[in-house]
């Protein structure tokens, strides 16, 4: 069965210092990868997704940058954190090919929390 | 563009009581829709969906219809536990990688 990692689960970090989350899947290939931000008490913000090694699109302009160095790893960084980079941020993924059966689920990590102080 | 319109929170309802969150969407065609939960501290998970017009899905008590003329597929359960308290997410896939188009949650606590 598959399943997904996201560390670390809490991480607390003063502003102007680097960040690095890290999603990694297993027991499935090809993956489509997603990187969603929730601010405390808002709704979900798709921040990045990545169809294969390499290919990362952005959802919208931020501080931060995501990579997929490996098909099943996908990493959320940040060279200089803000106050507003805040939130609880989770990892998803989801079969590259809809299944013609039913619809394709995404799944989603446990979660990192980060507090900039 | 794709969007979905979800019942505003919070909510508070006493144990056994029933439970309506209303959720309406704008999308092109007609896409699987689905419903996930937040438990406190917690990822998303799925908790029911429906692929295509007039599926229901279900799960743990909970119910959802898939309605194609009124574009809606609201999450109805007759009888909340406390531990049903969470929050809880209408969406939709779009975009060219499927990604989902969430509403703003629904948070939805049960009162013993």
């Known amino acids: 069965s598959q399943t997904i990692h996201q560390w670390p689960a809490t991480l607390v970090q003063p502003v102007g210092s680097p960040l690095s989350l890290e999603c990694t899947v297993e027991g499935t290939s090809n993956p489509n990868l997603y990187w969603y931000r929730q601010a405390a008490g808002r709704g979900l913000q798709l921040l990045f997704y990545s169809v294969g090694i390499g290919q990362i699109s952005s959802e919208v302009p931020q501080n931060l940058s995501a990579s997929r160095p490996q098909d099943r790893q996908f990493i959320l960084s940040s060279k200089k954190l803000l106050l507003s980079d805040s939130g609880f941020y989770l990892c998803?993924?989801?079969?590259?090919?809809?299944?013609?059966?039913?619809?394709?689920?995404?799944?989603f990590g446990a979660g990192s929390r980060l507090t900039v102080l | 563009g794709d969007s979905v319109t979800q019942m505003e929170g919070p909510v508070t309802l006493s144990e056994e009581a029933f439970l309506t969150i209303n959720c309406t969407y704008t999308?092109?065609?007609?896409?699987?829709l689905f419903w996930y939960v937040q438990y406190p501290g917690e990822g998303l998970q799925l908790l029911l969906k429906?692929?295509?017009?007039?599926d229901k899905g279900s799960n743990k008590g909970f119910e959802a219809t898939y309605r194609k003329e009124t574009t809606s597929f609201h999450l109805e359960k007759g009888s909340v536990q406390v531990s049903d308290s969470a929050v809880y997410f209408c969406a939709f896939p779009s975009g060219s990688a499927r990604q989902l188009t969430f509403g703003s949650g629904t948070q939805l606590t049960v009162l013993p």
């Open positions: 429906a692929t295509k017009a007039d």
């Open positions: 999308a092109t065609g007609y896409p699987s």
């Open positions: 998803a993924w989801r079969r590259g090919r809809t299944i013609p059966s039913g619809a394709n689920v995404l799944t």
